[in-house]
């Protein structure tokens, strides 16, 4: 089985009750490469997000995996190939850590849903590469914000997808947690293969780590290229209404983005 899978948004419109969110969105996720999604509050990445893991059925178009329609295939089978890890998932009341991470593997599970020895493997080696081993025997409501967002992406990582969505990975957690869940992923692209399409808040991370940068803007997409393509100040002022600077960071040679603001001279140097 290859580790590459296709995945295609085809003229998708999204939404809630009377309200459109999406609209007529094209776009393509590059095989085997991460790519992140940015965009203001409120302009449809999670919903988006939620569209092509099938989680949330089309008004109009569709999210083609390999081909086929998401949204006519078994959920089962989607799963086996593709992750999502929510923006705000919810974990059971008082479930133990190593239980909800063993939850990652029930796409691989048949009907008489025997564990197995892969099972056992696929939760220890995600345990381990998030740092969470020690929390395996803890309940999820009692950890803090950012372990449990560790967990969260442990139980994604069980679930040994070639595809993995991940909204807002690093919410809650600080800078030098932020960075390692970054190049966890990254680690994992690079060594699996594992296609990466994740939603991120900041936007100098976002360059830093992204292969292929998408930028919406009130549901449609507004610029999708390399970070050095996508982030530049029209972008900035179009998608987030602000003045900023561009420069180069020093540390990756990514575009590195400096918001001006009201109380700063953008000639300043
Ligand atoms: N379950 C829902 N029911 C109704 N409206 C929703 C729901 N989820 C999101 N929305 C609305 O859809 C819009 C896009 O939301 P979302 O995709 O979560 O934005 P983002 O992730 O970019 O911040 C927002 O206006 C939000 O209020
Ligand atoms: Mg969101």
Not at 46 to 58: D, E, F, G, V
Not at 177 to 193: A, I, K
Not at 226 to 240: D, G, H
Request: overall charge negative.
């Amino acid at each position: 089985m290859t580790t590459e899978h296709s995945l295609l948004v085809e003229d998708l419109t999204l939404g809630y009750q009377d309200r459109v969110v999406v609209e007529s969105l094209a776009l393509e996720v590059p095989p085997g490469a991460v790519t992140v999604i940015v965009g203001a509050n409120a302009c449809g990445k999670s919903t988006l997000l939620k569209a092509m893991s099938r989680l949330l059925s089309p008004r109009g178009g569709h999210v083609l995996l390999d081909g086929e329609r998401v949204h006519k295939m078994p959920s089962k089978e989607v799963a086996r190939t593709l992750g999502l890890l929510p923006q705000s998932p919810i974990a059971p009341e008082g479930i133990a850590v190593s239980d909800l991470v063993g939850r990652g593997r029930h796409p691989h599970q048949g009907m008489f849903s025997r564990w197995t020895r892969e099972d056992d493997e696929a939760v220890a080696a995600a345990l381990v590469a998030t740092g969470t081993l020690e929390l395996a025997d803890r309940p999820v409501d009692e950890l803090s914000g950012g372990q449990r967002q560790r967990v969260w992406i442990a139980m994604a990582l069980a679930q040994r997808t070639d595809l993995l969505l991940l909204d807002e990975p690093t919410t809650f957690l600080d800078v030098s947690h932020q960075v390692e869940v970054l190049d966890l992923l990254t680690d994992l692209n690079r060594s699996m293969g594992t296609t990466i399409v994740m939603v991120l808040h900041d936007l100098n991370l976002a360059a830093r780590y992204a292969d292929h940068l998408i930028a919406l803007a009130d549901g449609g997409l507004h610029a999708a290229g390399t970070p050095e393509q996508v982030l530049t100040p029209e972008t900035v002022e179009a998608v987030f209404g602000l003045r900023s600077r561009i420069i180069t960071d020093p540390v990756s040679g990514r575009p590195l983005m400096l918001p001006i603001g009201r109380h700063h001279d953008a000639s300043a140097d």
